[in-house]
Nanobody
Framework: QVQLVESGGGLVQPGGSLGLSCAAE????????MAWYRQAPGKQRELVAS???????TYADSVKGRFTISRVNTKNTMYLQMTSLKPEDTAVYFC?????????WGQGTQVTVSS
């Protein structure tokens, strides 16, 4: 079992920046594949960015150049730095971790981009 807790969501104006954190409840990070997803109202959950654990990262085309995924294994924490935010970035953001063939999810944090 892996418990993940997201934080850092909130309301931000278009063009603004926001940082999200995902903390694990125990020291399981290491090379664990992790990712950020988001789900907007009425839409399917979509992959935003992933970190394979070996230094490889991927991004959805819609966020390339604006979002940065990173992790600090000694703090058991993963981050998502979001810049140049757009109203279409509004969603609930979830972090995930893959362990032993299972995907674990956090509870999600709301990000709202609006003026």
């Amino acid at each position: 079992q892996v418990q993940l807790v997201e934080s850092g969501g909130g309301l931000v104006q278009p063009g603004g920046s926001l940082g999200l954190s995902c903390a694990a409840e125990r020291n399981i990070f290491g090379t664990l594949p992790m990712a950020w997803y988001r789900q907007a109202p009425g839409k399917q959950r979509e992959l935003v960015a992933s970190d394979g654990g070996g230094g490889s990262t991927t991004y959805a085309d819609s966020v390339k150049g604006r979002f940065t995924i990173s992790r600090v294994n000694t703090k058991n924490t993963m981050y998502l730095q979001m810049t140049s935010l757009k109203p279409e970035d509004t969603a609930v953001y979830f972090c995930s971790a893959d362990l032993s063939g299972r995907r674990f999810w956090g509870q999600g944090t709301q990000v709202t981009v609006s003026s």
